[in-house]
């Protein structure tokens, strides 16, 4: 199977100094379940779902194409997406909307300690690898400040801001070649 880009799935799992992101397992149902009812993390995407419905509603193996786990000592803590950006949602890159786009949630015992950056990271190098110079997206609110810290970080730039799901949106993009040809490194920028 291809996805994201014509990039064989699933990957070789990806290790990092403190990570490791895999494929879903059904070890992973509870944590997924967890990470779609947290208010916190609801927070930044439309509102937290009834833990009711989630258990009626996860496979017993969740996930999909595009989709890593992000485990830390053995507990998934959070996942990382890369899947082509629908083109039913407003701004693309290219008119065919074709891109890939870059997603993250992290429970929120996870956050602030620097998995979102290492993860990401790591993802953008794999994919930088697999299909040098193809950009990636990413969107977020603009009020969600850790994301657009992240964003920057990780060397995405603006493209675009716009209204929608009833906030202001942010939309960059990051490629592993700069305009002039030359690579860049897909980690995290200070």
């Not at 996805?3 to 799935?9: L, N």
């Not at 998995?115 to 190098?125: D, I, M, N, P, T």
């Not at 969107?139 to 992240?150: D, E, G, H, Q, V």
Request: overall charge negative; glycine content about 12%; proline content about 8%.
């Amino acid at each position: 199977m291809t996805e994201p880009g014509g990039v064989a799935w699933p990957p070789d799992p990806i290790s990092t100094a403190r990570l490791l992101l895999r494929g879903a397992e059904a070890r992973d149902r509870a944590s997924f379940i967890e990470l779609f009812a947290s208010p916190e993390v609801g927070t930044h995407i439309g509102g937290a779902r009834p833990r009711d419905d989630l258990e009626r509603s996860v496979p017993e193996v969740p996930g999909r194409r595009g989709l890593f786990v992000v485990e830390l000592d053995g507990a998934m803590i959070g996942t990382i997406t890369l899947g082509r950006r629908a083109a039913e949602l407003a701004h693309h890159l290219r008119p065919d909307a074709g891109e890939s786009e870059l997603g993250y949630l992290f429970l929120p015992e996870a956050w602030g300690f620097g998995y979102a950056a290492e993860a990401c990271a790591a993802v953008l190098g794999w994919f930088a690898a697999a299909r040098p110079g193809e950009p990636v997206v990413l969107c977020t609110r603009i009020a969600n400040s850790p994301s657009m810290r992240l964003a920057r970080k990780l060397g995405f730039t603006e493209v675009t801001r716009f209204e929608e799901y009833g906030a202001e949106q942010w939309l960059g993009v990051w490629c592993s070649v700069t305009p002039s040809g030359r690579s860049r490194s897909a980690g995290p920028r200070e």
